[in-house]
């Protein structure tokens, strides 16, 4: 791995795919990128943690691990409520907050038929067919 650049993610071609085009535009050396994976996924430990507000403040207590004050949030698909609530509950911590294809609407929860079907088809057991 390159110096400069961390990555929480247990699947190298993930790396590349959040690396490559980075590390065009910015000096490995002058940044560091975090990739976590979302409680529950990519064998992390699920723990309870199943709210945008518990991914929030896993990511603070990510950034105080590895000694980051301040940070550009990235939120993609439904990482987009998680990068929303970091940037809402930790504003001094956010030096900007980009949102891909993000998922800004509600975080369903059982029993709604969106939950269900979600459940099914972004299980970890079946992410990698995404």
């Known amino acids: 791995m390159a110096k ?3 990555s ?5 071609d993930r790396e590349a795919l959040w690396t ?6 910015f000096e490995p050396s002058q940044f560091r990128l975090l990739v976590p994976s979302r409680p529950g996924y990519r064998g992390t430990p699920l723990a309870g943690k199943t709210t945008p507000r518990d991914a929030a403040a896993l990511g603070a207590a990510l950034l105080d691990e590895v000694g980051i004050e301040k940070t550009m949030v990235v939120g ?5 409520r998680a990068a929303i ?6 504003p001094e911590r956010t030096r900007a907050l980009v949102l891909g294809s993000a998922i800004s609407g509600p975080w369903y929860q059982p029993p709604d038929p969106i939950y269900v079907q979600s459940k099914r088809l972004f299980s970890p057991r079946r992410e990698w067919l995404v």
């Open 4 to 6: 400069g650049r961390r």
């Open 8 to 12: 929480c993610s247990s699947m190298a």
């Open 20 to 25: 490559t085009p980075v590390d065009d535009v």
């Open 76 to 80: 993609v698909s439904l990482g987009g």
């Open 85 to 90: 609530e970091f940037a809402a509950s930790f």
